[in-house]
């Protein structure tokens, strides 16, 4: 009997473990004594840049666990860390669940704060998806406080009706990267202002790309090296609101065309496709022939650094062809929060103190979203000039790129769009397919992300 | 019927300590495949954040995935499946037959075993990954050719539908043939080794032992390995998926069924890749049975057909 006894509770055992993980782990320790805030703020994001940022400037954060995941405040307060992976989409999929789920979630499992790329922030401030909150809601009078904040980041972060329902403690305005060497062997000067007047607009480059390519030179790796500076600037959203049909914009098909007329004329690397593989980051290396780079402050740092085998001092930046914008990570307030006022204490400390964006400046080296601290960052050589590049100081073209940066209409199709038509047309600057078929290769894919998506116009 | 009654029965522990993985299959395997099936006739995906269906709509899916290139990507599984096929069964058959043969004495057996095996254990997407970058255009592979001088301009491997399918299918075949070959030569070993000896006495050369002897009695395995090979060509995805950075590049020519259904999921469309999946099913149970009849059936010594003849001969004959 009893060997009967502990078989069945054995079998009993086994089988409750299989169900152990249905079950919701922590049921609220949050009906405690505070009603109005929670203990407990959950923040999403895909690495630990804003937690870094956060634990320099914000004044009421008390430590830091070991492992990076919880974040005590001074008035005991928790933030907790939940970071997933931007590659393949694992973040918008794991935000996405925690997002559907969050009506019915315990207080303390809300989430409260999250955050979300340029390349999908409209997905998120979308108005009638309602995730991200409007600011104002959270009693924050956002033309006082983002005053100083560059306006484009404001209309980025805003819902087609513009209300802002995001803030941004950085801004990324793009240079032009170049060789000093390169530009001594070729021009006779490495000097910065010279060499921005050879690339001042698109037909000045082309001929200074001629005069590079006479020497044996690249005047940039890849063709998608390009694409940002014309697919910021498209005049309609990819995909209008509540449309579905993608809008294929004239200046993508000029990006197209220009593309294949460098590489036919051999201004671009025709070995290295795209960005981000192996290719393109030996490209930035000393035995590269490859004159420039179009990056914005993270790019220069995070890419170009880690890449250059050579010394410091041998790059230096310059306004590029056309004012352009890359990237960025937006701060939200999600829908549903149980902690509006830290959330509201945080989005202003971290994206509207002037003082707090300029330590961060010096600190990492981020152009951060305070109009009146970069211009004097961009007089001030003294603290933020760069070895990397010479003792230039990179905020002297940052600044003026950033007040002329004029985004293009957003939608939340963006980052498949962009992603799918460099893909599609990959194949036919390589001359792999013709023009008609990677038009057709891209409404196939772009159907295939977007099922919604029927149709694509293409411009005439 | 007292005695009947005190007999122990043992047969319902058999079943509580089978139980586990009968409650394991049922709530992650059945219902999930329940539920492909189901929301294959429904319309289900996400917008952006916003969820649409799940609606029924009938066979639509079915019907707008047979007028999309579906068939083109079954088309290029099986191109890529073959090419790594051929060569791995080809090999695997000659490494077996070499490594259970008695009078070649092949020295460090065990060691080869291993060594043929190991790629099999670094996983699909590293492998996939390792590939890329030695064959990238700036590449390892590149240098040495052009250093050597056998090219003067560095060879574009991923940018051709030649280059990109062979070194899809090389992988496969360097990832499986270790694997192959462990099984055929277990294979081989079954045979008895009277039968070996019988047919040198009778005086057979190598080429007939293996073509009269071997490959007849290694059937029912080597049939295994074709209907597992088939099943996990269909479902080949991490190598071309890594290796062409999910595009199947160049133009969708290395874009497989899986890689075409995970396309679908990066919308979270239920609906499509559900149907996508039935088709799946469907491909994969023919292809098992064709295969199973092929290998079953034609046997002439002992299997169905041969005692179907047998029988209708015996009533003839007494007829």
């Known amino acids: ?460 | 019927m007292k005695k009947k009654k005190r007999t122990v029965s043992y047969a319902k522990w058999g079943y509580i300590f089978i139980l586990p993985f009968f409650i394991t299959y049922f709530i992650f395997s059945l219902i999930p495949l329940a539920d492909t099936v189901r929301y294959s006739f429904y319309e289900y995906y996400r917008s952006g954040i916003k969820e649409i269906g799940p609606n029924f709509v009938g066979m639509a899916n079915y019907a707008s995935l047979l007028k999309s290139d579906m068939l083109q990507y079954g088309a290029n599984t099986l191109i890529l499946w073959i090419i790594g096929f051929i060569p791995q069964i080809v090999i695997a058959l000659v490494l077996a037959c070499w490594f259970t043969d008695a009078r070649l004495k092949i020295r460090g057996k065990q060691f080869f075993k291993v060594v043929i095996y190991l790629p099999n254990l670094i996983m699909a997407s590293a492998f996939a990954m390792l590939f890329f970058a030695l064959f990238s255009t700036s590449g390892p592979v590149n240098s040495i050719l052009m250093s050597i001088g056998l090219i003067h301009t560095p060879i574009d491997f991923m940018g051709s539908v030649f280059g990109t399918r062979s070194l899809i299918g090389f992988m496969n075949f360097l990832m499986w043939f270790g694997n192959t070959t462990i099984m055929l030569i277990a294979a081989v070993n079954g045979i008895s080794v009277e039968i070996f000896e019988a047919c040198d006495l009778d005086g057979c050369n190598s080429i007939q032992r293996f073509l009269y002897i071997t490959l007849p009695m290694i059937r029912p395995i080597l049939a295994y390995t074709l209907i597992t090979s088939i099943i996990g060509g269909l479902q080949m995805f991490d190598v071309p998926q890594i290796l062409t950075n999910g595009q199947g590049n160049p133009d969708r020519s290395s874009m497989t069924l899986i890689m075409f259904l995970n396309n679908h999921l990066k919308s979270k469309n239920y609906g499509m890749a559900g149907a996508l999946s039935v088709y799946l099913f469907i491909i994969s149970a023919i292809l098992c049975f064709i295969v199973y009849r092929m290998t079953n059936d034609s046997d002439p010594d002992g299997s169905k057909k041969a005692a179907k003849k047998a029988a209708r001969e015996e009533r003839r004959r007494r007829k």
Not at chain 1, 253 to 277: F, P, R, T
Not at chain 1, 317 to 334: C, K
Not at chain 1, 433 to 439: E, L
């Open chain 1, 1 to 460: 009997m009893k060997r009967r006894a502990i078989s069945l509770l054995l079998t009993v055992a086994m089988g409750v473990t299989l169900f152990a993980g249905c079950g919701s782990a922590s049921k609220g320790s949050g009906d405690g004594a505070d009603a109005s805030e929670g203990k407990v703020i959950n923040i999403y994001s895909w690495n630990d840049e804003f937690r870094q940022r956060l634990e320099a400037v914000y004044p009421e954060v008390k430590e830091t666990s070991d492992d990076g995941t919880v974040t005590t405040l001074n008035d005991g307060t928790e933030i907790h860390w939940i970071i997933n992976p931007n590659q393949d989409g694992v973040y918008q999929q794991k935000l996405d669940e925690a997002l559907g789920r969050q009506a019915d979630a315990a207080a303390d499992d809300k989430v409260d704060i999250f955050l979300s790329e340029t390349d999908y922030v409209f997905k998120y401030t979308d108005a009638a998806a309602d995730v991200a909150m409007p600011l104002k809601d959270l009693g924050i009078d956002c033309d006082k406080e983002f005053a100083d904040q560059y306006d484009f980041t404001r209309t980025t972060a805003s819902d087609a009706d513009g209300v802002q329902r995001g803030s941004t403690w950085q801004c990324c305005p793009g240079l032009l990267v170049y060789r000093r060497d390169i530009a001594k062997d070729v021009f006779g000067t490495d000097d910065p202002e010279a060499v921005g007047e050879k690339v001042k607009d698109w037909d000045t480059i082309k001929q200074t790309a001629a005069e590079l390519k006479e020497k044996g030179y690249y005047t940039f790796a890849s063709y998608a090296d390009t694409f940002r500076l014309y697919g910021n600037s498209i005049d309609n959203s990819w995909v209008e609101p509540d449309g579905d049909q993608v809008n294929v914009d004239q200046k993508i098909m000029n990006w197209v065309d220009d593309s294949k007329e460098w590489l036919d004329n051999g201004y671009i690397d025709a070995n290295i496709k795209g960005q981000w593989n192996d290719d393109w980051n030996k490209a930035m290396g000393s035995q590269s022939k490859v004159f420039a780079f179009l990056f914005p402050a993270w790019g220069i740092d995070f890419t170009l650094k880690p890449n250059w085998d050579g010394a410091d001092g041998s790059w230096a930046v310059t306004t590029p062809p056309q004012e352009y914008n890359w990237g960025g990570s937006y701060i939200h307030a999600a829908t549903g929060t149980d902690n509006p006022e830290h959330v509201k204490d945080i989005i202003l400390a971290m994206t509207a103190d002037k003082d707090n964006l300029l330590k961060i400046s010096k600190e990492y080296s981020d152009f951060t979203n305070t109009k009146s601290g970069m211009q004097e960052a961009a007089m001030d050589d003294a603290t933020y000039a760069s070895d990397f590049l010479g003792g230039q100081n990179p905020f002297a073209y940052f600044a003026p790129v950033a007040e002329n940066i004029k985004i293009a209409p957003l939608s939340s199709y963006d980052q498949g769009c962009v992603e799918l038509i460099q893909n599609s047309f990959s194949d036919y600057l390589q001359g792999n397919v013709d023009f008609d078929k990677a038009k057709t290769n891209f409404e196939t894919s772009i159907e295939e992300r977007y099922p919604d998506i029927k149709q694509v116009n293409w411009p005439e």
